[in-house]
């Protein structure tokens, strides 16, 4: 009896307690990936929030154009390149979610008339915005 109670003793005393070297290893490396999956999947949700908020912005430059402009004047406008044109609508929707206006070169945004007279009425136009992670979006006159 003695020996095999001495030793469960000796065990217990030459048994160390906390983690090996190797497990802690093993957890850092497993919080690493979780870090690195994470940042990678909030730059993508980062980037499809600003393609729904440059869709949002067509969509109501294109109702504005559509339901405010053209029903008040039968044409459309040669350039937007100020909130006047279409005042029915917010001006801070011109400005991209980088911060650059509809009209400044390098923007997200574009508007390209067509088939303007020499009084700058134009029959139809384009709307774009460039996206990050789709296609680009694009908006076309209805008349």
């Known amino acids: 009896m003695c020996p ?9 005393k030459t048994t160390k307690k906390g ?29 499809m929030n600003r393609d729904e908020q440059r869709k949002t912005a067509i969509n109501a430059i294109y109702y504005a154009l559509e339901e ?3 029903e008040e004047n039968g044409y459309y406008p040669e ?6 044109t279409l005042h029915w609508i917010d001006p801070n929707l011109f400005t991209d979610p980088t911060g650059i206006n509809l009209w400044q070169e390098g923007g997200n945004y574009s508007y ?11 029959k139809k136009y384009t709307l774009r915005s460039v996206m990050e992670k789709e296609e680009d979006y694009i908006k076309t006159s209805r008349h």
């Open 4 to 12: 095999a109670f001495c030793a469960r003793i000796i065990l217990m």
């Open 19 to 47: 983690f090996t070297v190797l497990e802690i290893i093993i957890c850092i490396a497993i919080v690493a990936t979780f870090t690195v999956l994470f940042f990678f999947q909030k730059r993508d949700i980062d980037k």
């Open 68 to 70: 405010g402009f053209y």
């Open 79 to 84: 350039s937007i390149e100020n909130a006047e």
């Open 112 to 122: 390209e008339a067509e088939n303007c007279d020499e009084d700058n009425h134009c």
